[in-house]
């Protein structure tokens, strides 16, 4: 921990939270088990985000290809994540955590569209973190979706800017990520920001989700501070 600098913390990170299923399989267990498991993970994660003034905070909990998991999974992580972001309001509250949510979120069910939209109205005042959800949320159906939007409202084609498709994503008025981090092994994005992510740099790790606590944390932030980060430039002009 006295090896990050503080002076250089991602202002905005992203996670893919990866693993669940098969940590609940080496450990006997069904898949929902892993999931369960996987909401410490979610809770350390905020609570280390804070702790360390990281401001934006996108877990991608459920993707637009998800709903092609068996009904009982999927029916799974969806009362846990009614039960969770009940019983996580007011600790949410406490720690000065606002809830943002994005995604399709008409296709989720009823009691979990209201769970959120009252725990988004209740955290809404709240300052330190952004804790972004990616619910039923895949960057294809965002890009498309802000596409149909920008037609609609009769944009011009000289109106047509990368910072007004920015402005019709469902993350407009949050910064990019400058760290993405896919836990479980896999290599690959999955659909997730494709747009915000032009320039962030990606930690992959072998740990599984339900295993990723503090110390993983960590270890992606000093990961990405060891990086150099040049957009298009060369090293001499980062360093001037
Ligand atoms: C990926 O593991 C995990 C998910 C699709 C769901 C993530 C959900 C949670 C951590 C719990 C609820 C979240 C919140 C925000 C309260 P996987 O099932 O793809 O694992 P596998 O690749 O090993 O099969």
Not at 36 to 65: H, M, P, Q
Not at 87 to 113: Q, T, Y
Not at 143 to 152: D, F, G, P, S, Y
Request: aromatic share 8%; proline share 2%; with cysteine.
């Amino acid at each position: 921990m006295e090896l990050i600098d503080t002076s250089r913390i991602p202002n905005h990170i992203a996670i893919i939270m990866d693993g669940n299923g098969r940590w609940a399989k080496q450990k006997g267990h069904d898949r929902i088990y892993g999931h369960s498991n996987g909401v410490e993970s979610v809770r350390e994660s905020i609570k280390t985000a804070r702790e360390f003034n990281v401001k934006y905070l996108t877990l991608y909990a459920f993707s637009t290809e998800n709903w092609n998991r068996p009904k009982e999974e999927i029916d799974a992580l969806m009362d846990l994540l009614v039960t969770t972001i009940i019983s996580e309001i007011e600790e949410l509250k406490e720690n000065d955590v606002r809830l943002k949510i994005i995604g399709n979120v008409e296709l989720l069910p009823e009691k979990c569209i209201q769970a959120l939209k009252d725990a988004e109205e209740r955290t809404a005042s709240n300052k330190g973190l952004t804790l972004i959800l990616a619910l039923s949320y895949s960057s294809r159906w965002e890009i498309t979706n802000a596409v149909k939007e920008i037609l609609k409202n009769g944009c011009a084609q000289n109106e047509i800017t990368e910072e007004l498709v920015s402005s019709y994503l469902n993350t407009a008025g949050i910064p990019e990520p400058e760290l993405l981090i896919r836990t479980s092994g896999e290599q690959r994005i999955s659909n997730f920001l494709l747009w915000q992510i032009a320039y962030t740099e990606f930690y992959f790790t072998e740990v599984h989700w339900p295993d990723f606590k503090r110390d993983e944390f960590l270890k992606a932030i000093l990961e990405y501070q060891n990086r150099e980060r040049r957009f298009g430039k060369i090293s001499e002009q980062i360093k001037a």
